[in-house]
């Protein structure tokens, strides 16, 4: 099992920027699978973007162009920035573990959720 705690959250202007972090423990980081999920209040938990431990990535089209994931295995750390943030990207963020090879958008196939951390975005 691994343990993920998100941060960096926070309020931020229709087409300002902000970056997530997700800091891992307890498990083999380099060799996971990695994935933003995104929640807003009575709304499922969607796919933002994915990425593997070989570092290729995917991203919903909502969020495409404007996200980038990365990983940075030395310090057992996800990021998710994000820019020209627009007020529907305004949710709590979570970071996942896939427990698949390939990259999927479901959240039933990722474990091991953090916190979350809330992101509004409102002038």
């Known amino acids: 099992q691994v343990q993920l705690v998100e941060s960096g959250g926070g309020l931020a202007q229709p087409g300002g920027s902000l970056r997530l972090s997700c800091a891992a423990s307890?498990?083999?980081?380099?060799?996971?699978?990695m994935a933003w999920f995104r929640q807003a209040p009575g709304k499922e938990r969607d796919f933002v973007a994915a990425i593997t431990y070989s570092r290729s990535s995917r991203y919903s089209e909502s969020v495409k162009g404007r996200f980038t994931i990365a990983r940075d295995n030395n310090k057992n750390t996800l990021y998710l920035q994000m820019n020209t943030l627009k007020p529907e990207d305004t949710a709590l963020y979570y970071c996942?573990?896939?427990?698949?090879?390939?990259?999927?958008?479901?959240?039933?196939?990722?474990?091991?959720w953090g916190q979350g951390t809330q992101v509004t975005v409102s002038s």
């Open positions: 307890g498990g083999s980081f380099s060799l996971l699978n």
């Open positions: 996942a573990r896939s427990r698949t090879l390939a990259i999927t958008t479901s959240a039933n196939d990722y474990s091991d």
